[in-house]
């Protein structure tokens, strides 16, 4: 069943992924040169962020984890709850991955934020 996926499952379930691992490159790449040509701290920030994006979702295509479960059970005859359990653990190191993804570009938006404002009169 799991290598019957066909060209337009795999876009399905993997095309919204690579659209964001797409913008976490954009995003890499953007830190790089404000980091090089400013050498501005959020800049530093920026890269670490989407570094963190970027290993969620090279581990989330590695272990093929929308179809994991029936990996875990079909193929290797793993109980439900010992895949249950493994499918726990991924998540709760997806969930750290993206949180800490998450601060840490919230902290660069507000440093961007903080550096670059302009005293308005009024």
């Known amino acids: 069943m799991l290598n019957q996926l066909t060209v337009i499952g ?3 379930t993997y095309l919204p992924t690579i659209a964001f691992l797409t913008f976490d490159i954009i995003i890499l790449v953007f830190g790089i040169l404000i980091f090089k040509k ?7 920030l920026l890269m670490f962020s989407s ?6 979702y ?21 109980s ?9 653990i991924w998540g709760v190191v ?8 998450a601060l840490l570009l919230v902290i660069s938006v507000y440093l961007i934020y903080k550096t670059h404002k302009v005293e308005r009169s009024s």
Request: charged share 5%; net charge negative.
């Open 10 to 12: 795999f876009l399905i």
């Open 38 to 44: 400013n050498s501005y701290r959020y800049g530093i």
């Open 51 to 56: 570094i963190l994006s970027i290993v969620y």
């Open 58 to 78: 090279i581990l989330y295509f590695s272990i093929q984890y929308p179809v994991l479960i029936y990996l875990l059970v079909d193929d290797l005859g793993l």
């Open 80 to 88: 439900y709850s010992l895949a249950s359990m493994i499918m726990m």
């Open 94 to 101: 997806f969930t750290i991955l993206n949180l800490t993804s």
